[in-house]
C-alpha cells in the first residue's frame, strides 16, 4: 500500500491563509497528522488481516482437497469391499446348498438300502 505524503506545514499554511488563527491551524494540522497516522496503521493492520485470509482460505481449500480424495478412495475401498462380500456369501451359499444336496442324497441312499 502507497501512502500519500501529508505536508502538515503547508495544511497549517493554507488554513492561516483561509483565515484561521495560526495556532488554531497549527492545533488542526498536528491532529491531522494523528488521525492520519491512525488511519495508516488501520489499514496496515486490515492489509495483514487480509493476508491471513487469503491464507486460511488456501489451507482450506487444501484440506477440502484432501477430504474430497480421501472420500473418493474410501468409497472405491467400500464397493471393492462389497463385492468381495458378495462373492465371499455367493461361496458359503453354494457350498451350503451342496452340502445339503450330498446330506439329502445320503440320507436317501441310507433310507432305500
Known amino acids: 500500500m502507497s501512502a500519500a505524503i501529508f505536508d502538515s506545514h503547508k495544511y497549517a499554511k493554507r488554513l492561516i491563509e483561509a483565515g484561521v488563527e495560526a495556532k488554531a491551524a497549527d492545533v488542526q494540522a498536528e491532529t ?3 488521525v492520519m497516522t491512525q488511519v495508516a496503521a488501520s489499514s496496515a493492520t486490515i492489509d495483514k488481516q487480509d493476508s491471513k485470509l487469503n491464507r486460511l482460505d488456501s489451507k482450506i481449500d487444501l484440506l ?3 477430504m474430497r480424495a ?3 478412495e474410501l ?3 467400500i464397493e471393492r469391499n462389497s463385492k468381495e462380500s458378495t462373492r465371499w456369501l455367493m461361496g458359503v451359499v453354494i457350498s451350503v446348498g451342496v452340502l445339503q444336496s450330498a446330506l439329502v442324497t445320503g440320507l436317501a441312499l441310507k433310507l432305500l438300502h
Open 75 to 77: 468409497r472405491a475401498l
Open 32 to 34: 491531522m497528522v494523528e
Open 70 to 72: 480421501q472420500h473418493a
Open 64 to 66: 477440502a482437497a484432501e
